[in-house]
Structures are given as structure tokens and as C-alpha cells.
């Protein structure tokens, strides 16, 4: 499963729009969406729960989390710190939801009224708006958290761990690493970096690091002249051989089989 490591600048983003990303992704930061109208499938660390119009999705740091559009929905999306809610900080942190996806029929009355309010103080340039945009967020979380059933993750599993496996992979992917050497980099057992990929990204290290070698060549073989041979080595696999293989099992059909289509 390929997904995006994203970091954010802001401690706070609010933002409509319609349609929700179907790429899975990971970041540091709490991710609530409101759906408006329509339906999409809510994923959140291997969870799945259908979500429909009025309904709210909640994620925490570092769970990969993604969506499939059923209905494409008209949505309210925002993404904070944990920091941005300092009282409510260790529980964000150190707990996830137990039940990602609160019914229309469970979010509370006030709930749309608070979206608004946030909404309007976030585009208010007074100096005192951050302020307001943070107390109506503590607010609409107070009301929020017993809703989502906040627990501890499996013992064991520490998130902030699988974020710098995963940025390491990342800054690392076209040279030839492997699990021996990110335990020696990262000062962490190679057998636990193991079952992290299997438990919360259901996929292996070398078929991880693949996968981003795979979408790294996509995009040279869509927007350079290079050849495949530089494109396999440069996206850091050790043998065009190799690349063409693993190539096909990702997409179906060989490197330049996808460059003709991506060009035609």
C-alpha cells in the first residue's frame, strides 16, 4: 500500500470542499471531517465505517487514514495540532479513537452551530480570533471525545515510531536499505519495524520501499525523456531486470508500455 507522509505547516486547517482524497496518508496532526451530504468509505488505521451526510470523521496523529468516495460529499474538513487544544493535548496523543465515524443521530445539537463559529472566527483578522477559533475547538472536541470511545493503542505499538520508520523510507528509498540497516540507523529492532509494517501498514519493508520506488518511476517515465534503464537505478532498484518485474506486478504492464499510455 503505497501512501503520503505529510507534513504540516499550520497548527490549524479549515477549509470546504467536495470530494475526499482517496490516497492514504499519515501525519502528526488530527484530522476531523464533517460530511455535509453524500457518502465515502472512512479508513483509519485498518477500520473501515461507511459515513453519510451529518455524519463526522475523526482521526489522530499518525493513523493512516484515507477515503472512498460512495457519493461524491460536499465536506468541512479541519486538521490541528494536538497542541493547538493544550488541555486536551495528552489525550489526543496518546489515545485513538475507538469509533473513527460518529452518526448523524449521535453528533450532538450544537454541533453545526460550532462548525459555523469556527469557520467565521478563522476568518476574522481580529488579533483575538485565534484565541476564539481554539476555544470553540476545545468545545466541539469536549463534546466529541466520549463519541469516539478514546483507548489506548495495542500495547507495544507506539505511533511517533512508524512515522520515522516511515520518513526514513521515505528520504531513503532509492538507495539499497533494508531492515538491517534502518534497525542500525533508527535504533530500532529490525523484528519491531517488521510488525509495524504488517500490522498497521498490511504490507512488508521491501514490498514498502518497492512501492515507493514503483511511484517514483511513474512520475519520471510521465514527465522526463529519461530512459528505463536510468529510471530503474534512479528510482533504486538494483537491476532493470528487477524493476521491469516488480513493474509489472504494480501496474499491470511494463514500464514502457505505461509511458506510451501516459503519452497518448
Do not use: W
Not at 542500525?184 to 509494517?197: A, C
Not at 525523456?225 to 530503474?232: G, M, N, P
Not at 533504486?236 to 514502457?256: D, H, L, M, S
Amino acid at each position: 500500500m503505497y501512501f503520503d507522509l505529510e507534513t504540516k505547516d499550520s497548527p490549524f486547517i479549515f477549509s470546504s470542499a467536495r470530494g475526499l482524497g482517496p490516497t492514504p496518508h499519515l501525519h502528526a496532526h488530527l484530522e476531523l471531517v464533517y460530511l455535509r451530504d453524500g457518502s465515502s468509505m472512512c479508513h483509519a488505521d485498518g477500520k473501515e465505517c461507511l459515513a453519510r451526510g451529518g455524519d463526522v470523521f475523526v482521526a489522530f496523529p499518525n493513523q493512516i487514514h484515507y477515503y472512498l468516495d460512495i457519493e461524491r460529499p460536499q465536506h468541512d474538513i479541519i486538521i490541528f495540532s494536538a497542541d493547538f487544544c493544550p488541555d486536551l493535548a495528552k489525550t489526543l496523543r496518546s489515545l485513538i479513537p475507538a469509533v473513527p465515524v460518529i452518526e448523524r443521530a449521535r453528533v450532538p445539537a450544537s454541533f453545526g452551530e460550532q462548525i459555523e463559529k469556527i469557520r467565521a472566527a478563522q476568518a476574522d483578522p481580529s488579533p483575538y480570533a485565534q484565541a476564539e477559533v481554539r476555544a470553540y475547538m476545545t468545545l466541539l472536541l469536549c463534546s466529541l471525545l466520549p463519541l469516539l470511545q478514546p483507548e489506548k493503542p495495542r500495547a507495544g505499538y507506539d505511533g511517533n515510531l512508524l512515522k520515522k520508520v516511515v520518513a526514513y523510507c521515505y528520504e531513503n528509498y532509492h538507495e539499497d536499505i533494508s531492515l538491517e540497516h534502518a534497525e542500525s540507523v533508527l535504533g530500532i529492532s529490525r523484528f519491531y519495524i517488521s510488525r509495524l509494517f504488517r500490522e498497521k501498514l498490511h504490507i512488508g519493508f521491501k514490498e514498502y520501499i518497492n512501492s515507493l520506488r514503483i511511484q517514483s518511476a511513474c512520475e519520471m517515465l510521465k514527465n522526463t525523456e529519461k530512459s528505463i534503464t536510468d529510471i530503474a537505478y534512479d528510482a533504486g532498484f538494483g537491476t532493470p531486470r528487477t524493476f521491469n518485474r516488480c513493474f509489472i506486478q504494480a501496474k499491470g504492464v511494463c514500464p514502457r508500455e505505461y509511458r506510451a499510455k501516459q503519452s497518448g
